[in-house]
């Protein structure tokens, strides 16, 4: 239970509901882009899809909405730090897309 003056917020349910909602329809989205043959942009379409369900469980699950400054400093540089990570990814596929 939050305690007054902890920076944390009770959510009703159905937040986290139709977040979860939203998440099985991503990964049913994530399911069937990854049937349909886009060339080289299946990556680049499939990290979209991670990405989003990712913030939503950052934002959400992990309560990322009601954190302090330092919180939210170390999350947005770890996605500093992946994101070269994510750039060589992409254009290793659309290399191959190029060829």
């Given at each position: ?27 049913v ?15 680049p ?55």
């Amino acid at each position: 239970m939050a305690t007054p003056g902890s920076g944390h917020s009770m959510q009703p349910y159905w937040i986290y509901n139709a977040v979860w909602i939203a998440l099985v329809v991503f990964t049913v989205v994530t399911v069937a882009a990854a049937r349909i043959n886009l060339g080289g942009w299946n990556v680049p379409l499939a990290l979209a899809i991670a990405s989003t369900k990712a913030v939503l469980v950052g934002l959400f699950f992990m309560h990322l909405r009601f954190e302090g400054r330092w919180v939210w400093g170390f999350a947005v540089f770890s996605i500093f730090l992946l994101l070269p990570v994510i750039a060589v990814t992409v254009m290793d596929a659309l290399h191959g897309l190029v060829r």
